[in-house]
Nanobody
């Protein structure tokens, strides 16, 4: 079992920045990859950024060059630095962890990000 707790969401004006953090606890030794997903009202949940245990990253095209995912293995946390925010970035952001050889997905409770135009 892995527990994920997100923090750092909020309201920001377009062009501004926010930093999301996700703290993992539990069976953290078995985490393969972590990432951030988001879901806007009326839309499906989509991948924003992922990072493997080895540090390889992947980004959605819509956030490339604006968002940066990083991982602190010593503190079992993953961060998402979001710059140049746009109104279309408004969504609930969820932390994700892929765990074990069965690649089971765990999710945080979500944190709201609202970008005003």
């Amino acid at each position: 079992q892995v527990q994920l707790v997100e923090s750092g969401g909020g309201l920001v004006q377009a062009g501004g920045s926010l930093r999301l953090s996700c703290a993992a606890s539990g069976s953290i030794f078995s985490i393969n990859a972590m990432g951030w997903y988001r879901q806007a009202p009326g839309k499906q949940r989509e991948m924003v950024a992922t990072i493997t245990s080895g540090g390889s990253t992947n980004y959605a095209d819509s956030v490339k060059g604006r968002f940066t995912i990083s991982r602190d293995n010593a503190k079992n946390t993953v961060h998402l630095q979001m710059n140049s925010l746009k109104a279309e970035d408004t969504a609930v952001y969820y932390c994700n962890a892929v765990v074990g050889f069965r690649r089971i997905n765990y999710w945080g409770q979500g944190t709201q990000v609202t970008v005003s135009s």
